[in-house]
């Protein structure tokens, strides 16, 4: 997916991954800057490493070890609790109308958390105004024995811009844009 298409006048950088270390590495990052009632958008194919970088935050956040951080493929919704902020990762990939989004409860999940990681957003127009949209991509790059991703960042208000740049300066990958 193309976020230029999507979001075309909205601040856009793009960080190159040289491993899932890097793509688990870059949500440790984020999470030491997100303050309550953030809300990250994560876009990828199947298997691009959204639910690594979930990872990642849940560690930023400093989630117990002994909290096991997985994908709510089935369960759609997991909450992590006992850091900084509590976090409520959901995953779209199984709904398949918007009505169900109301069953869930969508909205009120995402008022409620300290911090909410959507994966697959694209699929429903559920996000907040104001979130941090991440496509992590698959790129064409072939190295051997890199496994690359590149995350294309846009904050989408005035919070999220500043939460992506704040975040940008931060990381150690390689700028691409």
């Not at 909290?67 to 909450?79: C, D, G, K, Q, Y």
């Not at 869930?104 to 104001?130: H, M, N, T």
Request: with cysteine.
């Amino acid at each position: 997916m193309n976020l230029e298409l999507w979001y075309p006048r909205l601040m856009l950088k793009d960080y190159v991954c040289t491993g899932p270390g890097e793509t688990f590495a870059a949500g440790a990052r984020l999470a030491t800057f997100l303050k309550e009632g953030d809300v990250i958008g994560l876009v990828g194919n199947l298997g691009a490493g959204k639910t690594l970088f979930v990872q990642g935050l849940a560690q930023g956040l400093s989630v117990p070890d002994s909290v096991a951080v997985t994908s709510p493929t089935f369960s759609l919704v997991n909450e992590y609790r006992g850091g900084r902020l509590s976090l409520v990762h959901i995953d779209l990939y199984r709904i398949e109308e918007a009505a169900e989004l109301e069953h869930l409860g969508l909205e009120e999940l995402i008022d409620l958390a300290g911090v909410s990681a959507v994966e697959w957003c694209e699929r429903f127009p559920v996000l907040p105004e104001d979130h941090l949209l991440i496509n992590i991509e698959i790129p064409d790059i072939k190295t051997p024995g890199v496994d690359h991703r590149v995350l294309q960042v846009r904050g989408t208000g005035p919070r999220s811009r500043a939460l992506a740049d704040e975040w940008g300066n931060d990381l150690r990958l390689k700028t691409t844009s």
